[in-house]
C-alpha cells in the first residue's frame, strides 16, 4: 500500500464536502435515490427560464434524456446572471505569450457575448442548431465566440489550433458548418504563428456548407482576404447592438460538438447536451476545486479540447468564477513563467497535465521556490496517468506540501470530472485518481459486469448514466452505441465503458492503468492509431504500417511506427523517407502527430487471418520479452527480425 499524504485541512473549511464520511453520505443518496439525487442539485445550480419535470428518460437507452422538459439556456447561466450579483467581478483574466494583458469583467462579457452573438446572427444569419467552427488561438474572442454560440443557440466545434487544414477540412465537412471563425494568428514563444492560410486551405475542397468566415485580428500579420468569404470580426462587431436575448434552449439541444479520436475510423464528432453538462460543469467547480467567491482559478489547457471547454470556459464563469486564460506555452520565456503567473495572479487553483508538469520539473526543479506560491490551494493534474515522481515534486514543491492534488480522471465523453479527489475530504496518494464523484458510478468490472477483484486490472465502466454524458456521435448513432455500449454489461444491459483499464487497491483507491484498446495517449491528448495509420499509407512508398504507443519521458507517450516499404532497394536514406512520412503526417493531422521515431521492418506481425498483432509490437518497442504465442503468426520467424531491427534503435 502506497503512503496517504494529508492536506491543510485549514484551507479547506468551507469546502462543499469537508470529510470523507460527508462523501460516502452523498454516494448513499445517490445510490438510494439516483433521480431526486440529481434532481436537487439541477433545481438548485441551474436558472432555468422553465424548470422541468421529468428527471431521467431511459426509454431509449443508451440515448439517455435529462431533464428533458426544461428550458435554460447555457450563456445565460454563465454570463447573464451573473450581472445582479457580481458585474464588475472579473471573469476573464487574460494573458498573452508577451506578457501582455486584459481583463473583461462579467459585464463586459455580457456586452461582448452579446456583440458576437448578434453579429453571427445579423451578418452570417446563423439560427439554432446551425454548425459554427472555431479554429482560434487562445484569446479572449474565442471563449466569447463559443458563448455566443450558445446564446443564439448555435452549436459550435472547436478545431484545437495545432490540426492542419486536412484535419480541420474533414470536421467542417462532417458538422456541415456554415460559418468557420477564426484568427490571423497568434503568439508562441515571442513569435507570430499563423490560422487563417490554415483556414484558407481547408476551404479549397468539399466545404460548400461553409458561406462565410470571420477573422478575428490578433498578431496583425498579412493574411489574404477572400471578397464575399471573409469578414473583419473587429470591423463588424463595432456596430453591434449590446443586447441580445438568450434563445430559449430545450436541456437537451446540442450545446456543442469536439471531435476526438477512437481506436478505429475517422475521429469522431462527441455531442454535448446543454442542461446537463453545464449542471456538472459546475458541481465539480464547486467539488473538485472547491471555487470560491475571491478564488483565481488557472487551467493551462487550450479550449480546442474538452478540458478547455469544460474549465476554461463552461464551468468557472457557470460558477461566477474567474478564470485566467493563457496563450502562450509554460516554459517561455523561462520554466518559471506559470510560477511567476501564479505569484503575480495569485492563483488560488492551478490546472495542468502531466506532460507539463514532467516538463517544468525536468527544466526547472528549482523555479518554483523563487516565487511566493502560498495562495494556491488546490493543484490538478488531467489527461494521463501521471507518475510518483512528478506528482511528488507538483505536491512538495508547487504546493508545498499544503495544497490538495487532484488527479481527476475523465474524458471528451464523460463532459466533466468522474473520478478524483475532494481537496477538503479525500486523503492522496501519488498517481491515483482515488475515488468516483458522489452520483458517478464508476466501476471496474469484468465485460459480464462482475467486479475485478482487489488488485488486478478491468475495465473502467460507468454503470449508470450522469447528465453530462455524451449524447451521440453528430451524424453516427450507431457508431455511437458501438463505441461505448458495446462491450460491457450489467446485469444483463450494456454500460458505458471507458476504453480504459483501472484497478482497485485494498483501500479501494482507483488507479488508471491507460488504454486496453489502440489509442495513444501523447501529452494527455488521444490520437487514434488508425488515423496516423492512414497519414503514413499516403506515402508512395508505404506497403503497410502500424503505429503504437512507446513511452516517452515527458509526453508519456509517443508514437512509433513500424513501416514496411514497397520498394527497399531503392531507400538511400532512411532518415530522407522518415522526414517525408513525418511531412505528411503534419499535414494530414498536425504536429502534434508526429512519430518520435520509425522502424523499417521487412514485414508486420499478422496472424493467418491477416490481422496486425500489435500487442506484440508493443512490446518489441519497449523491449520486453515476447511473452505472446507466435506460432498462430502468418511466419514466426519475422517477430525476431523486427527485434533485431528495433534493438539497433534503443
Ligand atoms: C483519456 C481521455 C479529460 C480531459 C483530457 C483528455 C486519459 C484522462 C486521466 C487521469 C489517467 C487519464 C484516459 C482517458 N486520462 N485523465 N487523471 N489519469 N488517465 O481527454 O482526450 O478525451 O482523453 O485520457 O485514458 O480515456 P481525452
Known amino acids: 500500500m502506497s503512503e496517504l499524504y494529508y492536506p491543510n485541512k485549514e484551507l479547506f473549511k468551507d469546502a462543499a464536502i469537508k470529510s470523507m464520511d460527508e462523501y460516502w453520505d452523498l454516494v448513499k443518496q445517490a445510490e438510494e435515490d439516483y433521480e431526486g439525487f440529481w434532481a436537487k442539485y439541477a433545481k438548485e445550480k441551474i436558472d432555468w427560464f422553465k424548470p422541468f419535470t421529468k428527471v431521467l428518460n431511459e426509454e431509449n437507452a443508451p440515448f439517455y434524456k435529462w431533464f428533458e422538459d426544461g428550458e435554460l439556456n447555457v450563456a445565460y447561466q454563465c454570463v447573464d446572471r451573473h450581472l445582479a450579483t457580481r458585474k464588475n467581478k472579473a471573469a476573464i483574466l487574460f494573458e498573452g505569450d508577451n506578457g501582455d494583458q486584459q481583463t473583461l469583467t462579467y459585464r463586459e462579457l455580457y456586452y461582448e457575448v452579446n456583440r458576437t452573438a ?134 437537451e439541444d446540442p450545446l456543442f460538438l469536439l471531435y476526438t479520436s477512437g481506436s478505429t475510423g475517422k475521429p469522431k464528432g462527441v455531442q454535448h447536451s446543454s442542461a446537463g453538462y453545464i449542471l456538472w460543469a459546475q458541481m465539480t467547480m464547486e467539488w473538485v476545486f472547491d471555487i470560491k467567491e475571491n478564488d483565481t482559478y488557472w487551467c493551462t489547457a487550450d479550449v480546442g479540447w474538452i478540458t478547455g471547454h469544460t474549465y476554461i470556459v463552461y464551468g468557472p464563469l457557470a460558477a461566477g468564477a474567474t478564470t485566467v486564460m493563457f496563450e502562450g506555452v509554460p516554459t517561455f520565456p523561462d520554466a518559471g513563467r506559470c510560477w511567476r503567473m501564479v505569484e503575480e495572479y495569485q492563483i488560488n487553483q492551478f490546472y495542468t497535465a502531466p506532460t507539463a508538469i514532467r516538463l517544468l520539473h525536468k527544466t526547472g526543479a528549482d523555479e518554483p521556490s523563487k516565487y511566493d506560491l502560498s495562495s494556491l490551494r488546490v493543484l490538478g493534474t488531467v489527461g494521463e496517468p501521471i507518475d510518483p515522481a512528478a506528482w511528488k515534486w507538483y505536491y512538495e514543491e508547487v504546493g508545498g506540501g499544503r495544497c490538495s492534488i487532484v488527479d481527476t480522471y475523465w474524458q471528451t465523453e464523460t463532459g466533466g470530472h468522474m473520478i478524483s479527489p475532494l481537496p477538503g475530504a479525500t486523503p492522496i496518494k501519488p498517481g491515483c485518481a482515488t475515488f468516483p464523484l458522489p452520483g458517478i458510478f464508476a466501476e471496474i468490472i469484468e465485460e459480464d459486469g462482475t467486479p475485478t477483484p482487489v488488485g488486478e486490472k478491468g475495465f473502467m465502466c460507468i454503470t449508470k448514466p450522469w447528465p453530462s454524458m455524451i449524447r451521440t456521435i453528430w451524424g453516427d448513432p450507431d457508431r455511437f452505441v458501438k463505441s461505448y455500449f458495446g462491450d460491457c454489461k450489467k446485469d444483463g444491459k450494456p454500460v458505458y465503458f471507458t476504453g480504459d483499464g483501472a484497478m482497485k487497491d485494498e483501500d479501494g483507491y482507483i488507479t488508471i492503468t491507460g488504454r486496453t484498446d489502440d489509442v495513444i495517449n501523447v501529452s494527455g491528448h488521444r490520437m487514434g492509431t488508425a488515423e496516423v495509420e492512414a497519414a503514413i499509407k499516403k506515402h508512395d512508398n508505404v506497403a503497410a504500417v502500424a503505429v503504437v504507443g512507446k513511452p516517452h519521458d515527458i509526453k508519456g507517450e509517443g508514437i512509433f511506427a513500424y513501416v514496411v516499404l514497397k520498394d527497399d532497394e531503392g531507400v538511400a536514406d532512411e532518415l530522407e523517407t522518415m522526414k517525408e512520412i513525418n511531412a505528411i503526417i503534419k499535414s494530414e493531422i498536425g504536429a502534434i502527430a508526429l512519430c518520435d521515431d520509425m522502424a523499417f521492418v521487412p514485414d508486420l506481425p499478422k496472424t493467418r487471418s491477416g490481422k496486425i498483432m500489435r500487442r506484440i509490437l508493443r512490446s518489441l518497442v519497449k523491449g520486453e520479452k515476447i511473452t505472446q504465442d507466435t506460432s498462430t503468426l502468418e511466419d514466426p520467424s519475422i517477430v525476431t527480425k523486427i527485434e533485431e531491427i528495433v534493438q539497433c534503435k534503443c
Open 118 to 251: 448578434n453579429m453571427f446572427k445579423n451578418e452570417f444569419g446563423i439560427k439554432k442548431g446551425d454548425r459554427v467552427v472555431l479554429y482560434m488561438p487562445m484569446i479572449p474572442e474565442a471563449a466569447i465566440s463559443m458563448l455566443a454560440c450558445a446564446k443564439i443557440g448555435a452549436i459550435h466545434s472547436v478545431v484545437f489550433g495545432g490540426f492542419s487544414a486536412e484535419a480541420l477540412r474533414d470536421r467542417i465537412i462532417d458538422a456541415e458548418a456554415k460559418l468557420v471563425v477564426t484568427a490571423d494568428g497568434a503568439f508562441r514563444k515571442g513569435k507570430p504563428y499563423m490560422l487563417k492560410p490554415v483556414v484558407d486551405k481547408a476551404l479549397e475542397e468539399g466545404c460548400e456548407c461553409v458561406e462565410a468566415v470571420c477573422v478575428v485580428e490578433r498578431n496583425g500579420e498579412e493574411i489574404t482576404w477572400v471578397a464575399g468569404r471573409d469578414y473583419a470580426y473587429n470591423e463588424l462587431i463595432k456596430s453591434q447592438p449590446v443586447t441580445c436575448e438568450p434563445e430559449v434552449m430545450n436541456a
